[in-house]
């Protein structure tokens, strides 16, 4: 199946400060969608992208759609704990492939 | 959010018995999914259905059927349950087809199966 490459891992971090995590492929795709799943819970939808070079926000919420169509980027400004999950980015060719995501801990 | 509804949200059930699981939609897509979900591997495709009665396998197939004879409602039935099938499925729907532009997946809250 498709690779998507997706970092960090995990991140702890200090709630108040911005959060960064990219996504990349080896192929080129025409859309890239960051999902965010809480604990017991399903992927939840946050933010869909169409287009190369396609900067869209949701709240503190901004995402990016890389140039080369391979990668993408999830930044999450001025943390707070319910930030925390597991944000997963997706693509789409003949299926929908998502990474194996990013976990977000928000130190209170 | 999206109207799925996935059944049972929990199970537990013995080897080799067979065990369903049911989602439902009420948001009339034409494609669903199941997905399942385990550490380090992320969501992996089991069986995907793009209309009543058409379903196709994905890349964890094995030991898994489907049947779609309704548009709202997709199952998933382990014939005969291993361990290796202990993990937490999820349903996903979808307006059109993966790949064309605007499609987005929607997911169900996820059921999960523990296989002792």
């Known amino acids: 199946g498709q690779q998507l490459n997706q970092s960090p891992q995990s991140m702890f971090i200090q709630e108040g400060e911005d959060v960064s995590m990219n996504c990349t492929s080896s192929?080129?795709?025409?859309?890239w969608l960051w999902y965010k799943q809480d604990p017991g819970e399903g992927p939840v939808l946050l933010i869909a992208l169409y287009k190369a070079g396609e900067l869209t926000s949701n709240g503190r919420l901004t995402a990016q759609f890389g140039i080369t169509r391979k990668d993408s980027f999830l930044n999450i400004s001025a943390s707070i704990p319910s930030d925390v999950g597991i944000y997963f980015c997706?693509?789409?060719?003949?299926?929908?492939?998502f990474g194996t995501g990013t976990s977000l801990t928000v130190i209170p | 959010d999206a109207g799925i509804t996935q059944s049972p949200r929990h199970k537990v059930t013995e080897t080799g018995t067979p065990v369903t699981l049911r989602c439902h939609q009420t948001?009339?897509?034409?494609?669903m999914y199941w997905y399942r979900q385990d550490p380090g591997h992320g969501l992996r495709l089991i069986h995907y259905s793009y209309g009543v009665k058409d379903t196709d396998k994905g890349e964890v197939s094995d030991g898994y059927s489907v049947s779609r004879s309704k548009t709202e409602d997709f199952l998933l039935t382990l014939e005969s349950a291993t361990s290796s099938q202990t993990s937490v499925y999820f349903c996903?729907?979808?307006?059109?087809?993966?790949?064309?532009?605007?499609?987005?997946?929607?997911f169900g809250q996820g059921t999960r199966l523990t296989v002792v």
């Open positions: 996903a729907i979808s307006e059109s087809r993966a790949g064309t532009g605007g499609t987005e997946a929607f």
């Open positions: 192929s080129i795709f025409n859309t």
């Open positions: 948001e009339n897509h034409r494609y």
């Open positions: 997706a693509n789409t060719g003949n299926q929908f492939y």
